[in-house]
């Protein structure tokens, strides 16, 4: 009989999947997605550019037209080095790969989940490194203490962090670049939102590397990210990217969608907008303490022991944002909820209201 213990590493078998809820039937407030669809003009111009993809054959494995629209869209000099992948999270997981065994990876805590459970998968040391209770800032102290006790080979600092949606203090992580003995990822995937970037700082910090997705910005879909770096770092890298690992509908949709940054630029002000109405609603809310953000999503916190009963009444009246209660520690008592269109974000703040009422 086959026996997976002994199949499997026991780094893997004590992993749990990433789990992602059904949306159908729910306004869809949980994933910090863009709501925004195009206009029309503009998807019957999209369509007309990939009716003849050649589909047949193998995609450009450098994405060269792509990466080039990239750096024409974020200002990325050609003195750096640039690297695709399916989306950030296979960023996160060749960075991780590319480390010596038994390597220490540091992160704040509560951070992207990604950052651990690739790390657990690896048979690497993760050190989350709690934030401060009141504001969700950086505990420097701590994390320079970690990096001396534990010299990690890599850092992530999601800048602005996920799930707290705050920036942390450029002159913190300054300090945490400069005592790291390795590399520093910067992780900017909700940069459209913040107004603030850490690119041009890159000449700087040899071992600082930012990263971004195009998922929040309105293109979820496509899964692409992509990392921005020093050439001799990139290189390295690049030669653990699995072929082809860009598909041609991907390099020819974000390469037209790029090329249109006036549609997501009024988006992603609708957007600001939103965030900014939603946060004012939820500090009026009595028991409600909303944190701010500057991504598209904000978190809150529920009377104490109600986040479940809350975020179970919520989903009932049809709208579906994340639950964090269950991660315990300085999640406990919170949900977050992602800015959605107007009519959205008034359901959700409706149906929040009803379930205090409930409670």
Not at 45 to 70: F, G, H, M, S, V
Request: aromatic fraction near 8%; charge should be negative.
């Amino acid at each position: 009989m086959l026996s997976l213990t002994q199949l499997f590493r026991p780094e893997v078998l004590a992993l749990s999947a990433y789990h992602v809820p059904d949306p159908q039937g729910f306004i869809k407030l949980d994933a910090m997605e863009n709501p925004y669809s195009w206009p029309e003009e503009l998807k019957k111009q999209w369509l007309d550019t990939l009716k003849d993809c050649p589909i047949n054959r193998y995609p450009d494995p450098e994405a060269r037209q792509l990466a080039e629209t990239i750096r024409q869209h974020d200002q990325i000099n050609n003195h750096f080095g640039l690297l695709l992948g399916n989306g950030s999270d296979e960023l996160i997981q060749m960075l991780l790969m590319a480390l010596r065994p038994n390597a220490h990876v540091v992160a704040p805590a509560p951070g992207f989940v990604m950052y651990k459970q690739i790390s657990d998968s690896l048979g690497l040391h993760y050190h989350g490194i709690p934030l401060t209770a009141n504001d969700f800032s950086l505990d420097l102290s701590a994390i320079l203490a970690a990096i001396t006790q534990h010299k990690p080979a890599l850092i992530f600092i999601a800048y602005p962090n996920n799930p707290t949606g705050n920036l942390f203090d450029p002159a913190a992580i300054i300090a945490i670049i400069k005592a790291a003995p390795g590399l520093v990822i910067i992780d900017e995937a909700y940069a459209p939102f913040a107004n603030t970037s850490f690119l041009e700082r890159l000449g700087d910090y040899p071992q600082l590397l930012v990263m971004r997705t195009v998922s929040k910005l309105g293109l979820a879909g496509l899964r692409l990210g992509y990392l921005v770096g020093q050439p001799d770092l990139i290189s390295e890298l690049n030669k653990i990217r699995l072929p082809y690992n860009t598909n041609s509908l991907t390099q020819l949709t974000a390469n037209f969608a790029l090329r249109h940054k006036t549609v997501f630029d009024q988006q992603t002000e609708a957007i600001c907008a939103e965030r900014s109405h939603v946060f004012a609603e939820l500090q009026n809310l009595d028991g409600i303490t909303a944190y701010p953000s500057a991504a598209n999503f904000i978190l809150f916190k529920t009377p104490e022991g109600l986040a479940n009963a809350v975020f179970d009444s919520i989903k009932r009246q049809g709208v579906l944002i994340k639950n964090l209660n269950p991660q315990g520690g300085l999640l406990a008592d919170c949900l977050r909820v992602t800015i959605g269109k107007p009519e959205e974000n008034h359901a959700f703040l409706l149906a929040l209201a009803q379930a205090l009422l409930s409670h």
